[in-house]
């Protein structure tokens, strides 16, 4: 969804701008003049309702084509969700939590898909959002086991709707808390899927492509950097920035794993 939206705004600039374009040649002045303010306008309202990465469903499934299997224990103990007390804490590991679904979901481990969804559903409740992680999400989620495409989808617009509720009721930084969390463990699942991961065939192209997932959340939570909670983040992402930055079109074993010490770390203070 995120990928037609980004195609259509640019297509929606140039028909607009076309529109007007034949109207000029028809000397209509008033007429003529482009709403430039009521597109920007737009395209700020589509960023702020769609997740502004690719969700860790999409990560997920780029594993399940590398068919490595499930990793029993590697995503986070659902017993943690009664640590998380704070709003900050909750949103993070609603991501984190999510990402953890994501890999249960795809990997087709329904008992895990489970108690996923009950950590998210005590954390949504938390942030008022019960509504987004009902039994009807499950439902779509059972009736899809055997869609992997479908199965993205449905996750993927979980994360749209989260981010976009929070958005919409001018919680920023909650909406970023969950992105750096999903991504972290998204991360993490990608580097602990084997003691050797560098080895695994097409696990480099993964983390490239994280690279990019990466640099916009920091593009965009610079933007909120006046935020306690989201400085707080970008100051804890500082050194993978850092071994990112160092980064071309390739990487090298010491690049994975320089990535792969930086994600536990991280990891290990947003879900403690």
Not at 119 to 135: E, F
Not at 193 to 201: A, R
Request: with cysteine; aromatic share 8%.
């Amino acid at each position: 969804m995120k990928k037609i939206v980004i195609v259509l705004l640019p297509v929606l600039i140039f028909a607009v701008t076309g529109l007007f374009s034949c109207k000029n040649q028809k000397g209509s002045d008033d007429q003529e003049k482009i709403d430039i303010q009521g597109i920007e306008e737009l395209s700020k309202e589509i960023e702020e309702i769609m997740y502004p990465i690719p969700t860790s469903a999409e990560v997920i499934k780029m594993l399940t084509e590398l068919e490595v299997g499930y990793m029993v224990g590697v995503s986070n103990y659902v017993e943690n969700v009664k640590n998380y007390t704070t709003s900050k804490s909750k949103a993070i590991n609603l991501g984190v939590y999510g990402a953890d679904l994501s890999y249960a979901t795809l990997y087709n481990m329904n008992q895990d898909v489970i108690i996923y969804l009950d950590a998210i559903r005590v954390l949504a409740n938390d942030l008022n959002m019960s509504d987004l992680y009902s039994q009807e999400l499950y439902d779509e989620i059972n009736n899809n086991y055997d869609n992997r495409d479908q199965l993205v989808n449905i996750l993927s617009g979980a994360f749209d709707n989260t981010f976009g509720f929070l958005n919409e009721n001018n919680q920023h930084s909650q909406a970023l808390m969950v992105v750096a969390g999903a991504w972290v463990e998204g991360m993490y699942i990608t580097t602990h899927i084997s003691e050797s991961v560098f080895h695994v065939e097409g696990i480099v192209s993964v983390l490239l492509e994280q690279k990019k997932s990466f640099e916009l959340f920091i593009n965009l939570a610079t933007q909120h950097a006046d935020d306690p909670a989201v400085k707080e983040i970008l100051d804890l992402f500082e050194p993978m920035k850092k071994i990112y930055e160092g980064i071309d079109t390739s990487l090298t074993e010491k690049n994975v794993k320089d990535i792969t010490r930086e994600i536990v770390l991280i990891r290990e203070k947003l879900v403690s």
